[in-house]
C-alpha cells in the first residue's frame, strides 16, 4: 500500500478502501490510521450498507464509525449542483457514474482529500485531491 501525499488535513475514504478494511486488509487500516480526520460521503455509507450480509456486520459498521469518530457528510445542495455538473461534462465522454459523481462532489464541497483505489474513477475531476489506496 501507498498513498499519495496530500495536504489536506481530512480525508474522505472511498467505499473501495472501506471494503478492503472490513474484509481485513491490514494495509488499509494503516493508510486510514495515518488520517489525521475522517469523512464518509452518505453515498459511501449507503453502499456500504446496502453491501451488509447480515446484522452484524451492519452492526460492526456502525460501531467502527463511533469508535474511529468518522464524520458521515450528508448531501446538500452545493454537493448535488457539483455532482450534477460533472454527470453533465464526464458521463458521457469518461463513463462517470452517478454514485462517484455525488462522492467526489461530497469531497472537493467539503475541501477533503479522497482516499480511493479507483483512482480511474475520479482523476478526470480536476478539482480533486486524490490519494492512491494500492490493496
Known amino acids: 500500500m501507498s498513498a499519495i501525499s496530500v495536504k489536506a488535513a481530512v480525508m474522505q475514504i472511498d467505499t473501495d478502501v472501506l471494503i478492503w478494511l472490513f474484509r481485513g486488509r491490514n494495509s488499509a487500516q494503516r493508510a486510514i490510521d ?7 460521503s452518505a453515498i459511501t455509507y449507503m453502499e456500504l450498507v446496502q453491501g451488509m450480509r447480515n446484522k452484524e456486520e451492519f452492526r460492526l459498521l456502525r460501531q467502527t ?13 452545493n454537493i448535488s449542483h457539483r455532482a450534477t455538473v460533472y454527470i453533465e461534462n464526464y458521463a458521457l465522454s469518461h463513463g462517470l457514474q452517478l ?3 455525488l462522492i467526489v462532489a461530497s469531497a472537493v464541497e ?26
Not at 464509525?65 to 445542495?77: D, F, Q, R, T, V
Not at 467539503?110 to 490493496?135: D, F, W
Open 34 to 40: 495515518k488520517c489525521q480526520s475522517v469523512e464518509l
Open 65 to 77: 464509525i463511533h469508535e474511529c469518530e468518522w464524520e458521515i457528510l450528508p448531501l446538500n445542495e
Open 99 to 101: 454514485a462517484d459523481a
Open 110 to 135: 467539503c475541501g477533503s482529500a479522497l482516499m480511493t483505489a479507483n483512482v480511474k474513477h475520479y482523476k478526470v475531476i480536476p478539482e480533486v485531491e486524490l490519494a492512491r489506496y494500492r490493496p
